[in-house]
Nanobody, 115 residues
Framework: VQLQAFGGGLVQAGGSLTLSCVAS????????IGWFRQVPGKERQFVAS????????YYADSVRGRFTISRDNAKNMVSLQMNSLSPEDTAVYYC?????????WGKGTLVTVSS
């Protein structure tokens, strides 16, 4: 599977942004999908994930209640709705797919939150 993240940009603190992760390839619905983010000089950190059927979702404590992850398997897409953004959310956001222990990463999209 190949992944591409879209939707990054510049937003003011308190604003919202929706990221999309679009996949090409077969059997998208069999992959668990996660969002991660990374700032320069720091490790990539987990943001949110969603199971293959969209029922199970997990969030980092830092985003729980502000971010919502969802998927549309018919469109091979996972979305991350981000609300109440703060400058601390500034990072490059990546989506990741996992199936049978094999991990696939997409190219990231930059989110910049201005104060």
């Amino acid at each position: 599977v190949q992944l591409q993240a879209f939707g990054g940009g510049l937003v003011q603190a308190g604003g919202s942004l929706t990221l999309s992760c679009v996949a090409s390839g077969r059997d998208f619905s069999t992959y668990a999908i996660g969002w991660f983010r990374q700032v320069p000089g720091k490790e990539r950190q987990f943001v949110a994930s969603i199971g293959w059927n969209g029922v199970s979702t997990y969030y980092a404590d830092s985003v729980r209640g502000r971010f919502t992850i969802s998927r549309d398997n018919a469109k091979n897409m996972v979305s991350l709705q981000m609300n109440s953004l703060s400058p601390e959310d500034t990072a490059v956001y990546y989506c990741r797919a996992v199936r049978f222990g094999i991990v696939y990463w997409g190219k990231g999209t930059l989110v910049t939150v201005s104060s």
